[in-house]
């Protein structure tokens, strides 16, 4: 009896809902304790067959100026030449290069993070954490990321020492991202 055959590839395109998406991190403090933020503005949008992962790209670009840590004079200064330098690198890119899927609905998507004009692969660790109908109809689906990337690979590199030595901001910095993305027809 001949195989069945193959079922069209069903690709669509999802544009992220900043109202329930948000791109943050964690870093550490002092040493002994993180601070988190997000970018409140941002455009993302992936393209993906939710029956097989492997096909899904994924791209975003944030607004360097939309950090928020809750605490306008730290804002400030991240926004500043000392770390991102907003002003003359005004936004953060990522572009999906490839996907690797792990079991169910969870896959490993790797990409190019550009942060300052450096360029650096990342590996997030990813699920698709369903689909559903939307609340103002179309389909939405939503996603859950994180990485881990070291600051000081794309030149955020300022620090100060606490009076025991150990450094004010740690290296790396977890990615933590949560999405949902709104089906485009």
Do not use: C
Request: cysteine-free.
């Amino acid at each position: 009896m001949p195989d069945p055959p193959a079922r069209p590839a069903e690709r669509a395109t999802y544009v992220f809902d900043k109202a329930h998406s948000q791109i943050g991190f964690r870093v550490r403090h002092l040493g002994i304790s993180n601070v988190t933020g997000a970018f409140r503005d941002f455009e993302a949008q992936v393209v993906f067959d939710k029956d097989d992962l492997s096909t899904l790209e994924a791209s975003a670009t944030i607004d360097v100026a939309s950090i928020d840590t809750g605490i306008e004079r730290r804002d400030n200064h991240l926004r500043s030449a000392d770390f991102f330098d907003a002003e003359t690198y005004p936004t953060i890119t990522f572009q999906s290069t490839g996907v690797e899927e792990i079991d169910g609905n969870r896959f490993k998507l790797r990409g190019d993070l550009t942060i300052k004009d450096v360029t650096k692969p990342v590996v997030l660790d990813a699920e698709l954490l369903g689909t559903a109908p939307g609340m103002r109809g179309g389909e939405v689906a939503a996603f859950s990321a994180t990485g881990v990337i070291n600051r000081f690979d794309y030149g955020l590199t300022w620090n100060n020492l606490t009076e025991a030595g150990g450094i004010v901001v740690g290296e790396e910095v977890t990615l933590l991202i949560e999405l949902e993305a709104v089906r485009q027809e």
